[in-house]
Every structure is written in C-alpha cells, then in structure tokens.
C-alpha cells in the first residue's frame, strides 16, 4: 500500500459512502451524516458522545491491570522486553508526525526536533490481499515491510535524541477487526517481533478501523480483545508504553471503544484526524468535534489530526485557527499530529515550527 487517503469523486451520496468507508487513520474518517452537513454533536441514535454519564463502555475491566473476560492470566514482563522498548512516558505536550516509511524522500532522522513524537507509517495484517486490499486478511498477525527504508539503527537515533517513535498498525486498506483471542494472540506475538527488529519504540497506533470493519454487531468482542492487546503490551513493555488511537471523529463505535480503554486505564490519548474531506476546513469544526471528544474521554486524554501542507485537509490557516480556539477552551488537550512528516518537510517545516510555537 503506497497511500493512506480514499480519493473522493461523484455524487455526494457516493462522497459519503467513501467517507462512512473511511476509518481511523484510513482517510478523512467523517460519517456519512456529517459528509452530508450535520454537526459533529449530532450523531446517530444511541451515540455516547458528549457525556460519559450516559455512556456504557464495551467490557470494561474492572481495573487497569485485570484481565479480559475471556481469560484470567496476567503476562508478565522480561527484563529484556522492558528495556526495548520503554524509554519513559509521552510529554505532557505531543506534537506528532506521521512518517510514511515508503517514502524515501526523507529518513526518519530528518524529522525536525519540533515534533516530540513520530508515528512509523504503518504495519499491515500478514495475508494475501483481497480486492487490493489487507483489510481482515489473515490471521491477526501484522508485518511491516519497510525495515530497509527504515532501519531500527535510525528508529533508535530518533529515540536517544528525545523523539519518542510510535509503531502505527492499521491504516487505510490494512484494517483488521481483533474479534477472537486467537487474532489477538498472533498479533501480539508479531507485533512483539517487530519492536525488537525496530531495536524497540515507544508505543502502539491502533490505526485498524477501514472501511466499517468495526461495527455495532461486533463491537463487544472486538473491543474486548483491544483491552487484552493493550494489557499484554503493557504487561511486556511497561506502564510508559503509549497507546494511541486517530480515531475518527464521528464513528460511534470508535468512540466507545476508545472510551472502555481509557476507562481500563489503558488509553494514552485518542486523537480524531481531520483530513481527507474538505468539510474539515470550515470555521469551527475541528474546535466543536474536539469539544465533544473533551467532553466523552476528557481533554488530556483527546488530540487533534491535523496536516501540514498536504492537499486534502486544513491548511495552515486553518490549523493555528482551530488550534487557538481548541487550546482557548481546553487547555489540557494532550496536543496535536500533521498527515505527514514528509510533506512538512517538503514544505520546510513551516507547519512545524509555527504549531510548536503554538502547542505549549
């Protein structure tokens, strides 16, 4: 897969099917309501969004270190999985990056220092494509095909310079919905293999919502096998070891899953990305969606998905003025990402340096 974003053309009922198709970290990820002009508070029957007292989170643990339901053991942690991959926790402050690890314009290394945090672009699940796509091929494993592009001795330069550098899996085309403890057991595994060759990172993306994978019929078990993921990774990594979610800003089900991880103790921030439909750029929107997302997760545990100098999204206008209202209204917000690292380095780093001087 050499690209992350759904490409829009036709009516406007096509747009918003591609839109309602879009998951997190797929594309734009807009429902099809809101392609159609509704507001971000207005989502279907049953949302959760806007208030956690109404909420009723998808098997939630009893504790951040009890187990899912479907089994009372507890992982244990080596000294050697500690050391590969926590580094301590995420700043109190993100200003992340997605770097898209195809693209050998650019090296990791050549990140600016504005960005505290780098997103790796992307693991995908480990099976034969399917209509030209991985979306739930396979067996739960993942692999990541770009170790000569990105080599674990520049992953690890970026980490002992104070980058912290987060595995993302999932992405657009490489869904994968986790419904069975056997998925879940060979993800782990290979996930674990991937963080030694990469000579360890700081956290996890979960990225794995293409295309309406993750529905209301499978909601439950899919979102009670994330809990087991993020507790076995924990358990081998560390209670520093991020895990990070751009979710889509209107997806239901992502947002109660989100909400049962952060209500385990096991969310480190959700961050909704705002691309891939120009809907994003009106005044206001990205403000108001963060408002709701503050208001289900609270706001040191919400982020925004920006762009940097990418077509399909807000332009830099746009971002220091949703930012400025976002950090106005919510100042504990845990900060903000841009789709990509290369385009912002493409364009000089511009959209780093201003939203850096903003994000504090």
Known sequence: ???????????ASAAAAALTACGGGGGGGATADVAAGTDVANTAAGSTVGTTASATPVATPTSTGSSSTQSSAQPT???????????GGLP??????????????????????DFNVIYLFHCKPNGSPVNDTYNNVGDGSFKFEFFNEVSASQVQACRSRGQKVILTVGGAGAGFAF?????????????????????????????IFEGGIVTAGNLQAVTTEMVWIAQ??????????AITSPASPNETTQQQMMLTLKNAGLLTYAAPQYYDWSGFNAVGYIKNATDTWSALLGESFVGVGLTADYSNGPSLADCTREWAAIKAAHPGIRGMFCWSAQTNMSGGNTWGSTMKAMLA
């Open 92 to 113: 109190a402050k993100i200003l992340g990056c997605y770097f898209t690890a195809w693209d050998t314009s650019y090296r990791i290394t050549d990140v600016p220092s």
């Open 1 to 11: 897969m050499k690209r992350r974003l759904f490409l829009l053309s036709g009516s």
């Open 77 to 87: 942690s080596t000294p050697q999985q500690a050391s590969i991959a926590s580094s």
């Open 179 to 207: 419904d069975t403890r056997a998925k879940s057991t060979n993800f782990v595994a290979s996930f674990k293999a991937i963080v030694s060759q990469l000579g360890g990172v700081d956290g996890i993306d979960f990225n």
């Open 232 to 241: 076995q990774l924990r358990a081998a990594y560390g209670p520093d070891f």
